[in-house]
């Protein structure tokens, strides 16, 4: 019973996917906060280099990468992709279960897949210095290592819960040579107005993407770059599928369910978007967002123009949102602390063409405990949505006495992600699902368009 399938590094995909070519209905265009009027290129051009400004409005159903970015992915990729035989035998499942696992890369996670692509077109184009944010601290992580392999500067606004709860997260950003600050904080104008208003915030990640947005619109030789939500970050991730694809076809199987977990989508764009490339083709499968109660985007937001952080300095998109002063819980799954989602995603969830669950947080460790006594992996607490959602599929099905192949993305390990383990094998998670009163109050701030 083979375990492992592993290609070959020639065999690494040398295209990205874009999914923008083959949806049925486009998501609506940006908004510009100001104006309210679609963007133009020139409104994004202060954030962001043309390379990937041309690559977010793109319809070419294939994009080349070149060749000096896959010449560093090649430090990890491609990944392996697991059957899980044990985790099916400890869950007693008739179905097969497979997860490819992006955890191998430098940073721990699928992130430094689009951060070596974004840091790469920014030094291109002669930028020095980018300004992120970042939830967990594996996004900033992933921006740091980029930044130190190209030779660019990197300042991270890491939310404040994070910033505490994960020290190691802050230290690996600062062994790359990356600032590190908590958000939100007095640097920024943004940050000084939530601050004035509360001054414990605990941040998130809506307000550490206006600081960051706001420091790199008012130095000209830095750079916005962002970690999920847009376009072409969801196309740098397509290479997760397009390797998965390559190795499924390894096995004696293919995928009925492809499950993700979903915080600003990327993760779950980069394992699904070449399996719905297939879906809109023909192929019977069925395509799974997993997200926590705590920030039900999917399952509880409204498909409403709102902006991408909490302060309105971001164009305004249309995508389920739960208002972009929603304020979550410190849940431990940082970086699916996210009040929207992806533009694509949303229009695919819109379309029926996707499904959404929202899991309880005690219960996503409870997966992650069992997953990592049978497979050995400690999946990071985002991951562990991917875990449990693909655990509850496997035991529907047995339910119905139907037998299944699901495959999960298993996002990236939680080896800086002990404290949470510790507090769930203690007792002390709480839980933390959004209630209806806080969700119609948060809704509330939708801008009018
Ligand atoms: C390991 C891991 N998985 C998933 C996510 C969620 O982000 P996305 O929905 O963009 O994949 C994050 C975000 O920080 C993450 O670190």
Known sequence: MQTKYQ????EIPKKWYNIMADLPNKPQPGLHPGTKQPLGPEDLAPLFPMALIEQEVSLEKYIDIPEEILDILTMWRPTPLFRAHRLEKAIGTKSKIYYKYEGVSPAGSHKPNTAVAQ????KKEGVKRLTTETGAGQWGSSLA??????GLDVKVYMVKVSYEQKPYRRALMQAWGADVLASPSNQTQSGRSILEKSPDSQGSLGIAISEAVEEAAQNPEAKYALGSVLNHVLLHQTIIGEECIKQMAMTPDYPDVVIASAGGGSNFAGIAFPYLREKIAGKD???VAVEPTACPTLTKGEFSYDFGDTVGLTPMVKMYTLGHEFMPAGIHAGGLRYHGMAPIVSQLFHDNLIEAVSLEQAKIFE??????????IIPAPESAHAVQGAIEEAKKYDAEGQSKTILFNLSGHGHFDMSAYTQYFTGNLEDSTLSEIKLKESLSSLPKV
């Open 7 to 10: 290609l070959d590094e020639k």
């Open 285 to 287: 499968i069925r395509v």
């Open 145 to 150: 290592m980029a930044g130190s392999i190209l």
């Open 367 to 376: 997966g992650a405990a069992v997953f990592a006594k049978a497979e050995g």
């Open 119 to 122: 840091a790469y077109y920014n």
